[in-house]
T-cell receptor, first 113, second 115 residues
């Protein structure tokens, strides 16, 4: 089945620093790729998505590019804010995986003022 | 406005005492999912409904059951909760499980504690 590997946290940054969270995946077929964010005490929110190679998803200053050749979907933000403190999940979805989401382990990000 | 609503937000129950968690949606989505998320882990799919078609995951414990009386509502029933069932329970919906472009929409979860 599919699997997703993302960098372990916690990642601690100062406000306005550059954030990168690495994510690589293995999949049979051609998955769609997502980043979900989970703020403390809340459910998951879709942050961005990409459905084909070289697509760039972007939202709230975050970006990630679907790299088929390296099977990666790294999340980046140029200048983080305290409000970006959350857990970030890299997720794949494909028919080959039984039409289910496959989650990475999550990366906790803590932004300090 | 919240589109996937879970009640209650927090639930404390005793070991072995049945508990029901509820989820409602205003999106008119065909598919509803239940996930279990333990502390510092990724969500784990328990089961899902595609319309009225129930799909159980192979490793979901037998004391976890679900009901979907109509499109808008879905319930998670835990018949005899054990201490290991303490977790956040997340409900999610999607318009079509066969369309990989459609993301799942999550509720805020119910944090369940078994004492």
């Amino acid at each position: 089945g599919d699997s997703v590997t993302q960098m372990e946290g916690p990642v601690t940054l100062s406000e306005e620093a550059f954030l990168t969270i690495n994510c690589t995946y293995t999949a049979t077929g051609y998955p769609s790729l997502f980043w979900y964010v989970q703020y403390p005490g809340e459910g998951l929110q879709l942050l961005l998505k990409a459905t084909k190679a070289d697509d760039k998803g972007s939202n709230k200053g975050f970006e990630a590019t679907y790299r088929k050749e390296t099977t990666s979907f790294h999340l980046e933000k140029g200048s983080v804010q305290v409000s970006d403190s959350a857990v970030y999940f890299c997720v794949t979805y494909s028919k080959a995986a039984g039409n289910k989401l496959t989650f990475g382990g999550g990366t906790r990000v803590l932004v300090k003022p | 406005d919240a589109m996937v609503i879970q009640n209650p937000r927090y639930q404390v129950t005793q070991f072995g005492k049945p508990v029901t968690l509820s989820c409602s949606q205003t999106l008119n989505h065909n598919v509803m999912y239940w996930y279990q998320q333990k502390s510092s882990q990724a969500p784990k799919l328990l089961f899902h409904y595609y319309d009225k078609d129930f799909n159980n995951e192979a490793d979901t414990p037998d004391n976890f059951q679900s009901r979907r009386p109509n499109t808008s509502f879905c319930f998670l029933d835990i018949r005899s909760p054990g201490l290991g069932d303490t977790a956040m329970y997340l409900c999610a919906t999607s318009g079509d499980r066969l369309n990989s472009n459609q993301p799942q929409h999550f509720g805020d979860g119910t944090r369940l504690s078994i004492l």
